[in-house]
């Protein structure tokens, strides 16, 4: 069994800055791609960012120029640095991984969810 397990939320003020951390654990072959979705009250999960096991990122329109995907393979371990928050980015963040199997298979895995307030 493979876990997420996502640290680094907390309350911050607008224009503030946070860094995410998702590192999985268990048993796998590798790690596709890694990313973060966000959850606000009342809408829809969204994506945020991914990062490929080559290191090629995709970002939202809405953070491009104030977050900041990264991962570190070795630690199997990704980031999301958050500059320059807005109210709007208020929610729960979700990790989320495809992960391969030593049977080459791939599953999707999300993390438990870390939330992210930015208010004043």
């Known amino acids: 069994q493979v876990q997420l397990v996502e640290s680094g939320g907390g309350l911050v003020q607008p224009g503030g800055s946070l860094r995410l951390s998702c590192a999985a654990s268990?048993?796998?072959?590798?790690?596709?791609?890694m990313g973060w979705y966000r959850q606000a009250p009342g809408k829809e999960r969204e994506l945020v960012a991914t990062?490929?096991?080559?290191?090629?990122?995709n970002s939202a329109d809405s953070v491009k120029g104030r977050f900041t995907i990264s991962r570190d393979n070795a630690k199997n371990t990704v980031y999301l640095q958050m500059n320059s928050l807005k109210p709007e980015d208020t929610a729960v963040y979700y990790c989320?991984?495809?992960?391969?199997?030593?049977?080459?298979?791939?599953?999707?895995?999300w993390g438990q969810g870390t939330p992210v307030t930015v208010s004043s």
């Open positions: 989320n991984a495809y992960v391969m199997s030593s049977s080459y298979s791939v599953t999707d895995y």
């Open positions: 990062i490929t096991s080559g290191g090629s990122t």
């Open positions: 268990g048993r796998f072959f590798g790690i596709n791609r």
